[in-house]
């Protein structure tokens, strides 16, 4: 079982900047993930990283804005997200997986998600 606690959630204007983080109880080796969930939407992949942050996958509608990085050493996952848009209003979830070089990412444990509210 691997506890995540997510931060840094709020609401900004748009073309504003947020810093999100993630706390591990411990990675053990995990890859890890930003989700997010629209109002009225399924949860969808934003970003993921490897277990040694040497990979990164990034969807398309965050390509170019957003930036995901972790450190290892501190069991923590950050999500820099910059040029934010209304539509990127969501609840996030941190979570941490499994995945293999050509296969999808694969969740197995999530946080309880933080609020990202874009609006002028």
């Known amino acids: 079982q691997v506890h995540l606690v997510e931060s840094g959630g709020g609401l900004v204007q748009p073309g504003g900047s947020l810093r999100l983080s993630c706390a591990a109880s411990?990675?053990?080796?995990?890859?890890m993930s930003w989700y997010r969930q629209l109002p009225g939407a399924e949860r969808e992949l934003v970003a993921c990283?490897?277990?040694?942050?040497?990979?990164?996958l990034y969807t398309d509608f965050v390509k170019g804005r957003f930036i995901l990085s972790r450190d290892n050493s501190k069991n923590r996952l950050y999500l820099q997200m910059n040029s934010l848009k209304p539509e990127d209003t969501a609840v996030y979830y941190c979570?941490?997986?499994?995945?293999?070089?050509?296969?999808?990412?694969?969740?197995?444990?999530w946080g309880q998600g933080t609020q990202v509210t874009v609006s002028s």
């Open positions: 411990h990675l053990n080796n995990y890859a």
């Open positions: 990283i490897s277990t040694t942050g040497d990979r990164t």
């Open positions: 979570n941490v997986g499994s995945w293999t070089n050509g296969m999808p990412y694969v969740p197995i444990y």
